[in-house]
């Protein structure tokens, strides 16, 4: 399919800007551009057909089943979208007077403590972006935490199993690195731990439940360890779907907790973002939240600039209301139900791992909580087939492929959440669909290799997109690339 | 039942089925690997559920408690500005593939957003005039920070230069994150509005990265050519704050010796929605391509060799270098991002161009109608600063009272500027309301000891 | 360029080239077909064009001036509701394939719209007890005319019985279609509020078809069964027009007897849009099939026999049948028949069930709250009529001058009702709404002669 | 694919009402329900899905070139979609008193003024709700102004070309019907009409340009014949895309006019409506139009209910007033360049007409207006290709087939209308698929016999569905259709 700067023809155009009758000043000689952008120059029917072609080639959770692990690919009410297009929210100016965004300021104090009660910990702030970035923020925050105390402490442990984010968050914050191992139930190893953790650590970064989809058992004793150290515990929340009404990180003993909103409370991915990452944390860590937070005066609602011991800010405004919005309308729609959220998205992940493990290894045998980790290993090692080629095979399901070769524990990694939204049949269909094609990859690999079969392009080159990039088009100096049938 | 929102879809015989499936006689036994004493052991302390309809009208009764530009003639701006937003753009943000859809992993279903990706990298690239653009940014602000952390490395220094005329909140983001990453900030305080070229060419002097706001906080035109030039005397990288509405008109950052160019999206298709969500966009030069945080798209061929999209330079990453990745970022702001191809597309090069000349003209005849001294007395592109003889706080508060948001009280940011109001105009805006801004300010700048109506 | 608007797109090389393919040296030639003593001269007097944003702020101040459900508490109904629409709706009514196709002439490029069609008959069939539904009709008033054709020419017979508590707007616009079908209307006065079926029976003597609403114009309920015994016995064709949003509760028609279902679909799915567009829905049974006027959507296989859905019976209709059709009818409501469609599945039949319930239960509470006297002594659905002290239309404009809009004066109607308020609820009413409307109506009703306040 | 019905499971549901906690009355004996109406049961996920997938399954302008002939399916702005949905506009009721629906009363008064000079004639009606309703009111009102006079007339002429509606609208209205004649030029028959014209008719139906997409060269003739005898010409509005701001109907002889809305002024065509069809009408027929009509009193405007001589009302309140809003505002976009908008409307399809005619048989060769007629005669006779067969090759170039069979008097007929709004790239892929056809047809005559070959379903049968109708889901009793593929 064309570019849409493909499609771009001298003179034509959409949109034309108001042009009130007034003077245009001059600009200053040398700030003046000399060659204008070489934007598409379309009419706007080519646009709106443009981008509804993109949409027809793109496959969301709309679309169909799409079992991202660690992702929690739910269904985005709709509702959540129209009241975040409700003109006193979306025209709504950041810098307004607190006076004149006393809806809206109550609507996020209402989210801070409705997050503070799910996590089991007082002081939320709702600036970060998303989750990696309230990753960063808590690290910062155990920073400022330590400094004030004097103490000096370096060091930041991981699991083996933590997502990408956690080690590069902790080189961003300025920490050494130090990795946990996990046992073969998929807990924390406690002994490896108990000899890691000393007076230089600042603390631990976990999953719980983990990447494996499994809850830590020893998560009291892992909390002892690194308090009676002095080192604090972070929660990462990406997994939090698991456990809202059913478990609390501050309950579990951790000191700092980032919700991802648009995993747990169902702010749509937007093909990648945006996200919203707030993060709550104990008595002891709030003086440093970053600036502002919404606080409560009597009847009113404001904006509190004034922390002096804060971090400062790590976004702009107040964080991305406009996922505040959807996020605490969908928790409106629940209220405690919450709970029952959480029931099915286990439920839905362990009636697909219960009818799968005799086709694919578990690796872990547990029930799992959200999502659980299958692994292609004996496939594999059996008929040449990989994780990736499972993979692209179910595209030819219309299934959107569960996350795969993470965590690295696993070879050959499927990481599969249901979500709780999905039905039983929805469910029966993927479990059919990864069934056939353990078949297939016995009866005629081929089929599975060469997937997908029903999709605009068949399997791209990303070693020759890596080697000599291509990342942005060349206004015809073609490279006779044939584009893809529509 | 499907649960008290209607999200839910297990119907009891669903539930039992399934239990069986599993092997288990009750949710409970799933439950039993979290030990008891994490349990939470009561309901959640949180509202009672709302149908959609009871929903909205909750929503409803708070967003009216909003001045929003439907209730308020707002003059606000000092980084988020009032510009329209197409119609074509609601028509694709809210269309439910692109919506629901996440990170595209797996290009094959995903052919669509990755192109769209590769087209709107492809505008900020010609907008800017830089080689590379990544995926998006959180907004204006961490983009600012991301540049440092390409700097720290490139470089090697470790000291980051702001001229003070940059967004404070960029600023403030940018201070938050240095120590982390090993590294210092200095501000080079502004000359009458804007920055001296020979100043931040001193500070510049083996720093990491100089970094000017184009145009700069203040509204005012910065002479960009000469503070990059300055910083890239210095062995710094020369990085550009740029408002993307102003490229129709104002030289590219990449045609004027910038290594990289950086900004805030929402002026390019975004709701101003009280702050977010919006996009940053962050384009460089070839040379920082493996420096870049973020998602990158790149064009490839498939197994008969034809055209497709990958992430690429994956290697960059988290998910694959983790401690070494050039970031940590991973959900980003696509979809906003692509709200910003959309409106480009819509604008084209003429109406960028016009939208520019627009904001141009409207600020010009505001800053002679307004009737108040200018604090700087220079070129400006679509927002400048007046004195009030009153404190500026409460000139907006007696304005509000007349239904104009007059604007952005300064001295919130800058020591000394109590009486400076940040009065900013869009293509949104007419004549006519400037004059009625001009009457209002008239009205309510009387100075009266105890602020009473003059 | 491409058009004033941005909604052309041959530029001057496109129109050259074109003008050369065709052969002529200008678009002049290609309008020589038209006589000049027909050609306009001079350009149209209308107003100048307006770049979106500009046309956006007109509308915007256009829809200012109207007091709608965001500014006002209403309780107007007469036939048009303010039910909840359901977001699901929005979704798939602005999505672009269904906004932008048009009748599926050509099945397998429509399979979508034809089976979305297919079920809304359904759901309509399910809804009123029939076994046809067509695939809308213009509104809640066209179908009554639609029926009355049918039984023109199913029955032989020319009178066209109406209970006046019908609601007017039907009434006319039956009484505006039927001379065309050689037909002449009588109507059946209410007895205290409802039909009296003696009365009825004796009206459908020898008639074609017996009209009645279930429930009213009064909002009362109709003892429904008994006039379509009545209209039956006559030998007319009993034929209800129903409120879609009742029939979780009430019996359906196709129940007790009656020949056709019709009803305004406006509640169920759509805005209430100042009166349009809306869809009006037209069931029958079996032995109507082929005098149904419209779209008929059938199932069927193709060539390898799955299943697909086609249009149907196409012999009924104008563009086969032509003078011998069974309707003029081509363009209906289809798309907002679809968004009836995507309600009824968001309800579901226990949410109907519910809704119906809200409506009924607010009704009682409003009708012992507002405290004026009940005009008719009988069981309700969700609208009822009141007695004002002073002319109904008074009390209207007195309590908008207060925000409340108390209901519909139907006087405008019903002669010697000039005291009567139609006071109709929807479950976006609340009870706190309805002791609001019952404190206005306490201070506006107050009797003076000057009609200034008492 | 399966029916939403079919998706249904006891217990699931979307959609809660409130419930305010009141008691609920009891209905009267012999009044309650007794068994619930079968309505799907299922979550709001799985109405998304089904109804995404039910949209992706649908061709609409947005998808791709759609020629559909008499139809004008230009482009919809998208602006005009956020113009309708105003809350001053959309949550208006129609009941408002005029003083709560000023914006609303100047909008329609506007549109009213502005249709009068589109079409040359002092007053208009907005009330009728499609192009049928617009020519069943013009009969109307024939009939009215006859009475009013005393004239006894019963006969109505139309063309050989016209389309259904206009015959089944002279029925409707009780009026006998008289055709007349298309030379072969294209231009009504003057001396069919001569003989066929007296004091008893009362008028004539007419589409000018025609359903050829020829403008009628001896139009001043016609008026003459009809006006001569004391009849009345009605305007078939559905063509006047070819001819705004260039040739009035009021001034070419009609006295009566309905406009499409949905047509020549861009209201979606919504997969089969809504649409709009005002009329207007001559000041001698005014008297006679449909309350109520939009007045306008100095500065305010009404709703004037109080024509005595009206022929009554036509629909419900005042018309499909969102149609109001958004042809409004696609006609304030374009102001007077709306003559423009016909001038590339006519280019486009004499465009396509010079290029195509060569291969397809062109019965009238004459330049065309905005549509233009071929013949797939050739075809038929030399290989079997019939008009149906090349429709449905098209669907293969994901090009929506021009209306077919129509208008009767040209066999195998394929009527095509681009629109103003195509570029010359989608005219040009459009000219090489008809003309790959062409050849096919020669070449590899099965492959347009058997087309679409790229479609959801193959050819359905037609005959089947008309003779054993099945027009409901019958919930189970099974008939073991298989769903066509997703
Ligand atoms: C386990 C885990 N941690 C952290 C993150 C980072 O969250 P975000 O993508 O919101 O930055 C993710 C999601 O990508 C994740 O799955
Ligand atoms: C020539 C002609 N006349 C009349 C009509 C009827 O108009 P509508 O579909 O709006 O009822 C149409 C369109 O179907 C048409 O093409």
Redesign the pocket.
Known sequence: MELIFEKSRPGRRAGRPPRPDLPVPALPEGLRREQPPRLPEVPENEIVRHFTALADRTFGVDTGFYPLG??TMKHNPRVNERAAAMPGFRDLHPLQEDAGAQGALELAWQLQEILAEIAGLPAVTLQPA??????LTGLMLMRAYFADRGEERDTIITADTA?G??PASVTMAGYKLEKVATTDRGNLDLADLRAKVDERTAGLML?NPS?LGLFDEGIEEVAEIFHSQGALLYY?G??LNAVVGLSRPGDMGFDIVHY?L??TFSQPHGGGGP?G?PVAVREAIAPFLPAPVVVRDGEGFRLDHDLPKSIGRVRGFAGPFGVFVRSYAFIRAYGPALREMSEMAVLNANYLLARLKDVYELPYDRHCMHEFVLSARALKREHGVSALDVAKRLMDFDIHPPTIYFPLVVPEAHMIEPTETETKERLDEFVDAMRTIAEEAATSPETVHEAPHSRPVRRLDEVRAAKEPVVKHDFGEAKGLVPAAR | MSGPAGYLSQTGADRDEMLKAIGVDSLDELFAQVPAAVRLDRELDVPPPLGEADLVRHLESLAARNAAVDTELSFLGAGIYDHYVPAVVDTFLSRGELLTAYTPYQPEMSQGILQAIFEYQTAICELTGMDVSNASGYDGCTVAADACFIARHHTGKTRVVLAEAVNPQVRQVVKTYAPGFGMEVVEVPHDGGATDPERFAEACADAAIGLFQQPNVFGVLEPAPDLAAAAAAGGALAVAHVDPVSLGLLEAPGNYGCAMAIGEGQSLGCYQSYGGPHYGFLAARKEFIRRMPGRIVGETVDLEGRRGFVLTLQTREQHIRREKATSN???NQTLLALGGLITLCWLGPQGLRELGETCLALTAYAKERVGLPLVFDRPTFKEFAVRTPIDAREVVRRARERGVHPGYPIGRDYEGMDDVLLVALTERRTKEDVDRLAEVLAEVSGKTKDGSWS
Chains 1, 4 share one sequence.
């Open positions: 660690s992702c998303a989750g990696s970035q309230g990753e997502h984010t956690n999953t990447t990462d990406a997994n991802n648009h995993k996200g990452g | 970022i991973t959900t």
